[in-house]
């Protein structure tokens, strides 16, 4: 599987040349305070995880989850664990979550609490892969909505791909706007470009 290698932003995970804070995050600092990626979104990733998501080829998420738990293992424990929320709409014509599917895992094997109903996605986006960066930010505002109290709470955000961050770093700053103390996103692959 493709490697993301030692020096890396500690907020974003993006591969930086001494694993300092890159410059994204220096500029516009994300509602998240680190993040954790399994792998770099390169071949095969970049073909097993839209098949997984896409084709639902459910038997993935198992093997895919591994590479996050080995990682997730060693880090600081949140006190819940939260999927990426899918549009009412979305969960629809996709049939099941892929970030719930590999929270549950994540749950089971690290045995942290997980919950369902805490976040909400009430605002229907394009596929965040066809928007250029910009307009993924401008898409996403005012995406989520939290409906329970999550004050104080150190927890981590699981979804399949970080691309820019878009979506983790609304989700998280409506977390904190929540009273959330802690934030992470424990991703399964990295963009690295
Ligand atoms: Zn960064």
Same mark, same amino acid.
């Given at each position: 599987?493709?490697?993301?290698?030692?020096?890396?932003?500690?907020?974003?995970?993006?591969?930086t040349?001494q694993?300092?804070?890159?410059?994204g995050?220096? @500029?516009?600092?994300?509602?998240?305070d680190? &993040?954790?990626?399994?792998?770099?979104?390169?071949?095969?990733?970049d073909?097993?995880?839209?098949?997984?998501?896409?084709?639902? %080829?459910?038997?993935?998420?198992?093997?895919?989850?591994?590479?996050?738990?080995?990682?997730?293992?060693?880090?600081?424990?949140?006190?819940?664990?939260?999927?990426?929320?899918?549009?009412?709409?979305?969960?629809? %014509?996709?049939?099941?979550?892929?970030?719930?599917l590999?929270?549950?895992?994540?749950?089971?094997a690290?045995?942290v609490? *997980?919950?369902?109903?805490? *976040? %909400?996605?009430?605002?229907?986006?394009?596929?965040?892969?066809?928007?250029?960066?910009?307009?993924?930010? &401008?898409?996403?505002? @005012?995406?989520?909505?939290v409906?329970e109290? *999550?004050?104080g709470?150190?927890?981590?955000?699981?979804?399949?791909?970080m691309?820019?961050?878009?979506?983790?770093? %609304?989700?998280?700053? &409506?977390?904190?706007q929540?009273?959330?103390?802690r934030?992470?996103?424990?991703?399964?692959a990295?963009?690295?470009?």
């Amino acid at each position: 599987m493709p490697q993301l290698g030692q020096l890396r932003c500690p907020c974003c995970a993006l591969p930086t040349p001494q694993g300092e804070r890159c410059g994204g995050c220096l @500029q516009h600092p994300p509602g998240f305070d680190s &993040t954790i990626a399994a792998w770099a979104y390169d071949w095969p990733l970049d073909r097993l995880i839209p098949a997984y998501k896409y084709g639902a %080829e459910l038997a993935l998420a198992k093997p895919l989850a591994e590479g996050l738990i080995l990682n997730a293992k060693s880090a600081p424990r949140p006190d819940l664990l939260l999927a990426m929320p899918l549009h009412p709409t979305r969960l629809q %014509e996709r049939g099941f979550n892929q970030s719930q599917l590999l929270a549950d895992l994540l749950a089971k094997a690290l045995r942290v609490p *997980v919950r369902y109903d805490v *976040v %909400e996605r009430i605002k229907l986006t394009p596929p965040q892969a066809s928007l250029p960066r910009d307009a993924r930010r &401008t898409a996403i505002r @005012q995406a989520f909505r939290v409906r329970e109290a *999550v004050s104080g709470m150190h927890i981590a955000l699981v979804d399949d791909v970080m691309t820019t961050g878009a979506s983790l770093d %609304e989700l998280a700053k &409506t977390l904190k706007q929540a009273g959330a103390s802690r934030i992470d996103c424990w991703v399964i692959a990295r963009t690295t470009n």
